[in-house]
T-cell receptor, first 114, second 115 residues
């Protein structure tokens, strides 16, 4: 059971570079989301998707893009990396749009922007 | 907008001490409540959840939480902590917002258990 798989686990970028964080789940979950975790701030929602072809912004979407072409994959793109985007990023998925389902998290990607 | 408050940012306990971590949320409608645990260097894992029914829910590893609707609270408890409980604990609320279900996390509580 792979669950939610995130790649890479670690990444160092230079300011201005772009990159894509990959997230894939094999549980046929409709709902997928991206969070960033910063000390003292908990997890903040960047973008989420309620199904293939449908995405929406969370509370901190600026500087990030997402797409959901398939149920399985939900990549997060950093268009032009900035030091403020240094963080740990978690992808999560859950069964559906109803509230009574738990979220399953990937192992996280630790991103450093220098 | 829904929000979640965890008032204890850092808790230090000795082994066998009792634990209670506070969680309060603000949302007027129906909510689903979760506690997640993050062990050092690992991802978040579900500890327990409340959807409906008995407001006292039991989770893994001896943890339990009580939903008190009138106080908008969902506090996490454990009668006797172990060194292996050292981790960060996140309370989360799942509620409908803007037509979709949205999960909001608290800022987390770091628990350090001293042998």
């Amino acid at each position: 059971n792979a669950g939610v798989t995130q790649t890479p686990k670690f990444q160092v970028l230079k300011t201005g570079q772009s990159m894509t964080l990959q997230c894939a789940q094999d549980m046929n979950h409709e709902y997928m989301s991206w969070y960033r975790q910063d000390p003292g701030m908990g997890l903040r929602l960047i973008h989420y998707s309620v199904g293939a072809g449908i995405t929406d912004q969370g509370e901190v979407p600026n500087g990030y893009n997402v797409s959901r072409s398939t149920t399985e994959d939900f990549p997060l793109r950093l268009l032009s990396a900035a030091p403020s985007q240094t963080s740990v990023y978690f992808c999560a998925s859950s069964l559906g749009g109803g509230g009574n389902t738990e979220a399953f998290f990937g192992q996280g990607t630790r991103l450093t922007v220098v | 907008a829904q929000s979640v408050s965890q008032h204890n940012h850092h808790v230090i306990l000795s082994e066998a001490a009792s634990l209670e971590l506070g969680c309060n949320y603000s949302y007027g409608g129906t909510v689903n409540l979760f506690w997640y645990v993050q062990y050092p260097g690992q991802h978040l894992q579900l500890l327990l959840k409340y959807f409906s029914g008995d407001p006292l829910v039991k989770g893994i590893k001896g943890f339990e939480a009580e939903f008190i609707k009138s106080k908008f609270s969902f506090n996490l408890r454990k009668p006797s902590v172990q060194w292996s409980d050292t981790a960060e604990y996140f309370c989360a609320v799942n509620a409908r917002s803007g037509g979709y279900q949205k999960v909001t996390f608290g800022t987390g509580t770091k628990l350090q258990v001293i042998p």
